[in-house]
C-alpha cells in the first residue's frame, strides 16, 4: 500500500524557514518522481516542487523558485522541501504524492506564515 507521511509544518514569521519532510513507504522510491503539492483555504492544489528519479532533477513553481529546494534521500525513502523567505502567501497544507500516480493524498502537514 502506497503511503506517504508529511512532517515539519509550523508557524513561522515572514522571511523565515522550514524543512519538511516527506516519507513514503509501499513502493520501489527510488524509481519515481515525487512532488510536493499544497493547498490553501478556499483555493485549488497547486504543484509546488518535482524531483525525478536518477538524476533527481527539480522542478519548481514559478512562485517558489529561488526560494524553496527539493530533494531526496533514495536510502531514507524520504523526499525534503527546504523553504526560506516564507511569505504569507506560502500558508497551506503541505501534501507529497509520486507525480503522475492517483496515489492517496496523506494528512499533509500545515505550514503557516504570519507575523
Known amino acids: 500500500q502506497v503511503q506517504f507521511v508529511e512532517s515539519g509544518g509550523g508557524v513561522v514569521q515572514p522571511g523565515g524557514s522550514l524543512k519538511l519532510s516527506c516519507a513514503a513507504s509501499g513502493f520501489t522510491f527510488s524509481f519515481y518522481d515525487i512532488s510536493w503539492y499544497r493547498q490553501a483555504p478556499g483555493k485549488e492544489r497547486e504543484l509546488v516542487a518535482t524531483?525525478?528519479?536518477?538524476?533527481?532533477?527539480?522542478n519548481y513553481a514559478d512562485s517558489v523558485k529561488g526560494r524553496f529546494t527539493i530533494s531526496r534521500d533514495n536510502a531514507k525513502n524520504t523526499v525534503y522541501l527546504q523553504m526560506n523567505n516564507l511569505k504569507p502567501e506560502d500558508t497551506a497544507v503541505y501534501c507529497c504524492k509520486r507525480e503522475g500516480y492517483f496515489d492517496n493524498w496523506g494528512q499533509g502537514t500545515q505550514v503557516t506564515v504570519s507575523s
Open positions: 524531483i525525478t528519479a536518477l538524476p533527481g532533477r527539480a
